[in-house]
């Protein structure tokens, strides 16, 4: 008989101590800052905030050390040395570079982490009037072929002088990534990181529900959103063209470039989302998606093995519409246009 009450005290007491800790780490903690030339909100439950000092500076290095337009950064220095040697970089500059290249790969070259001569000539974050000649445009493709760069080891080369790596369109997706590893090695297993839309959820939220994530109306990008995700344990990705873009006599430009031409495209696409755990190739399929229109698209899927969730809002004869991955069906709701889940 003692020894039940001995056992059932000693069960007692691990409840409550598994109970304190889960209260301890019960607290909801959010921070806002700019960073990657977006705005950044992560919310992490934790027993401190400390974690989030961690994870803001580990997104302010990577910032540093990315950025084509940060003259200091790694990405400059590899830019700056083009044609003449090549550069020693931290380890995280090597991993994107060879994450964008895979990219390269799946999207037959639709991604391409060299377009940074086109993207210099757009100068799309500029506005103005401006636009690239045909001459200029030519010669900045030349300059775009993936035999420039070279990987050997912990150094990237840039075979010829002007040829610029453009991380741009992968770079959020892989910092998304490292933070989400950050603080899975800290325990924690509920949080939501928000770098400008591009978002990576860790685990579900303390009551046990799914997070909740809006997916911009590109018709209307600050109103209701088109669609709510209900998900856990991934990231969610969305690229369109209502943020970045310029306008000149009536015809807008957008920031996505045909890496053959150099030519701003437009197509059928409003935006493109990407579901998957994988932050990095979320990215840089929403951007190759979106430079490629539906159809296109959809036949590059076939060749892309990875099992991930995608959602395209696009126009047709009657309007938008949205287009959904089969996977995806009891995660979307409120879906605001008409809804298909035929990929």
Same mark, same amino acid.
């Given at each position: 008989?003692?020894?039940?009450?001995?056992?059932?005290?000693?069960?007692?007491?691990? $409840?409550?101590?598994?109970?304190?800790?889960?209260?301890?780490?019960?607290?909801?903690?959010?921070? @806002?800052?700019?960073?990657?030339?977006?705005?950044?909100?992560?919310?992490?439950?934790?027993?401190?905030?400390?974690?989030?000092?961690?994870? &803001?500076?580990?997104?302010?290095?990577?910032?540093?050390?990315?950025?084509?337009?940060?003259?200091?950064?790694?990405?400059?220095?590899?830019?700056?040395?083009?044609?003449?040697?090549?550069?020693?970089?931290? *380890?995280?500059?090597?991993?994107?570079?060879?994450?964008?290249?895979?990219?390269? @790969?799946?999207?037959?070259?639709?991604?391409?982490?060299?377009?940074?001569?086109?993207?210099?000539?757009?100068?799309?974050?500029?506005?103005?009037? &401006?636009?690239?000649?045909?001459?200029?445009?030519?010669?900045?493709?030349?300059? *775009?072929?993936?035999?420039?760069?070279?990987?050997?080891?912990?150094?990237?080369?840039?075979?010829?002088?002007?040829?610029?790596?453009?991380?741009? $369109?992968?770079?959020?997706?892989?910092?998304?990534?490292?933070?989400?590893?950050?603080?899975?090695?800290?325990?924690?297993?509920?949080?939501?990181?928000?770098?400008? $839309?591009?978002?990576?959820?860790?685990?579900?939220?303390?009551?046990?529900?799914?997070?909740?994530?809006?997916?911009?109306?590109? =018709?209307?990008?600050?109103?209701?959103?088109?669609?709510?995700?209900?998900?856990?344990?991934?990231?969610?990705?969305?690229?369109?063209?209502?943020?970045?873009?310029?306008?000149?006599?009536?015809?807008?430009? =957008?920031? &996505? &470039?045909?890496?053959?031409?150099?030519?701003?495209?437009?197509?059928?696409?409003?935006?493109?989302?990407?579901?998957?755990?994988?932050?990095?190739?979320?990215?840089?399929?929403?951007?190759?998606?979106?430079?490629?229109?539906?159809?296109?698209?959809?036949?590059?899927?076939?060749?892309?093995?990875?099992?991930?969730?995608?959602?395209?809002?696009?126009?047709? @004869? $009657?309007?938008?519409?949205?287009?959904?991955?089969?996977?995806?069906?009891?995660?979307?709701?409120?879906?605001?246009?008409?809804?298909?889940?035929?990929?």
């Amino acid at each position: 008989m003692r020894k039940k009450i001995f056992f059932a005290l000693i069960l007692i007491l691990c $409840g409550l101590v598994s109970l304190s800790l889960r209260s301890q780490a019960n607290e909801r903690y959010t921070r @806002e800052g700019f960073s990657m030339n977006t705005l950044i909100r992560m919310s992490v439950y934790a027993k401190d905030e400390k974690i989030l000092d961690d994870a &803001f500076n580990l997104l302010s290095r990577l910032d540093k050390e990315l950025s084509m337009y940060n003259l200091s950064s790694d990405i400059s220095k590899i830019n700056s040395m083009a044609g003449a040697e090549s550069v020693k970089v931290p *380890s995280e500059v090597v991993d994107v570079v060879k994450n964008s290249l895979r990219v390269y @790969e799946l999207t037959g070259g639709v991604f391409n982490p060299l377009i940074g001569p086109v993207t210099r000539l757009w100068k799309i974050n500029q506005g103005g009037s &401006f636009i690239p000649s045909p001459a200029s445009l030519d010669a900045a493709v030349k300059l *775009s072929g993936i035999k420039n760069l070279e990987i050997d080891g912990e150094k990237i080369f840039l075979k010829k002088s002007g040829c610029v790596l453009d991380l741009g $369109g992968i770079a959020k997706g892989y910092a998304s990534d490292r933070i989400a590893a950050l603080l899975k090695e800290n325990k924690i297993s509920s949080a939501l990181i928000d770098l400008g $839309g591009n978002i990576y959820v860790i685990g579900k939220k303390p009551d046990d529900s799914n997070w909740n994530i809006g997916v911009r109306n590109p =018709t209307s990008p600050y109103g209701e959103p088109a669609l709510v995700l209900s998900v856990h344990d991934t990231s969610v990705i969305t690229s369109g063209g209502y943020e970045r873009f310029k306008t000149v006599n009536g015809k807008k430009y =957008t920031h &996505f &470039f045909d890496a053959k031409t150099g030519k701003s495209i437009t197509n059928d696409l409003l935006s493109v989302t990407v579901v998957t755990p994988d932050g990095s190739l979320a990215d840089g399929l929403a951007t190759a998606f979106m430079a490629s229109g539906y159809e296109k698209s959809i036949a590059m899927l076939k060749n892309i093995p990875d099992e991930l969730g995608v959602i395209f809002i696009r126009y047709n @004869e $009657g309007g938008a519409e949205i287009s959904a991955s089969e996977n995806l069906r009891g995660v979307i709701s409120h879906a605001k246009y008409k809804m298909k889940f035929n990929i």
